[in-house]
């Protein structure tokens, strides 16, 4: 089945430490993106990549970094220069970004202990 | 201010009893509205795209409606399997020229049996 998959699920992390998240789509869509979700408030963009080995920070880039060597992989690293990094995490594309009708991963939720 | 507002955050229906969640933005440059459903602990799935007032949309129980600075949801009828967190998002263009999509905070809704 085409989708987009992340991993993991939940992850804990302590205080000072680096984390990726891992996000594969086999839709072949151009462009992908990470939002972060938290209660009460809209999806927020951190990153988006319109195409390999290029990407373009989002409202909320600080604190995180990302890759595209590959067109099906777009993982994100919440550093530990994010101050409040607990979350839920969405990986999503589309075939372009001139569009807002995004396909969603099933998200990955951050704890930070 | 906020771009995309949703309306109301929460409503409880019973089965059967019809009902509608707004979405009011405040930005100009409208490139398409999109409404998403989204299950706890999921990522968000795509609804319907409206692209100009007097557009409507419908699937299933669902009918989607656009005017010039809102769009409805209505949900006639609806099952307790419609209860989710039904979000907005609105593409439009900042005066950078660039093409933005913005997210409402959503409306969570309960379909009681």
């Known amino acids: 089945d085409g989708g987009i998959t992340q991993s993991p699920k939940y992850l804990f992390r302590k205080e000072g430490q680096n984390v990726t998240l891992s996000c594969e789509q086999n839709?072949?869509?151009?462009?992908m993106y990470w939002y972060r979700q938290d209660p009460g408030q809209g999806l927020r963009l951190i990153y988006y990549s319109q195409i390999v080995n290029d990407f373009q920070k989002g409202d909320i880039a600080e604190g995180y970094s990302v890759s595209r060597e590959k067109k099906e992989s777009f993982p994100l690293t919440v550093t530990s220069a994010q101050k409040n990094p607990t979350a839920f995490y969405l990986c999503?594309?589309?075939?372009?970004?001139?569009?807002?009708?995004?396909?969603f991963g099933e998200g990955s939720r951050l704890t930070v202990l | 201010e906020d771009q995309v507002t949703q309306s109301p955050e929460a409503l409880r229906l019973q089965e059967g009893e019809s009902s509608s969640l707004n979405c009011s933005y405040t930005v100009s440059g409208l490139r398409g509205l999109f409404w998403y459903r989204q299950d706890p602990g999921k990522g968000p799935e795509f609804l319907f795209t409206?692209?100009?007032a007097g557009e409507e949309k419908e699937k299933e129980r669902l009918k989607a409606t656009l005017t010039k600075k809102e769009s409805f949801l209505h949900i006639t009828a609806p099952k307790p399997e419609d209860s989710a967190t039904y979000l907005c998002?609105?593409?439009?263009?900042?005066?950078?020229?660039?093409?933005?999509?913005?997210f409402g905070s959503g409306t969570r809704l309960q379909v009681q049996p």
């Open positions: 409206l692209y100009s």
């Open positions: 998002a609105v593409k439009w263009v900042q005066d950078t020229g660039r093409r933005a999509l913005t």
């Open positions: 839709l072949n869509h151009d462009a």
């Open positions: 999503a594309s589309s075939p372009g970004t001139d569009t807002g009708e995004l396909f």
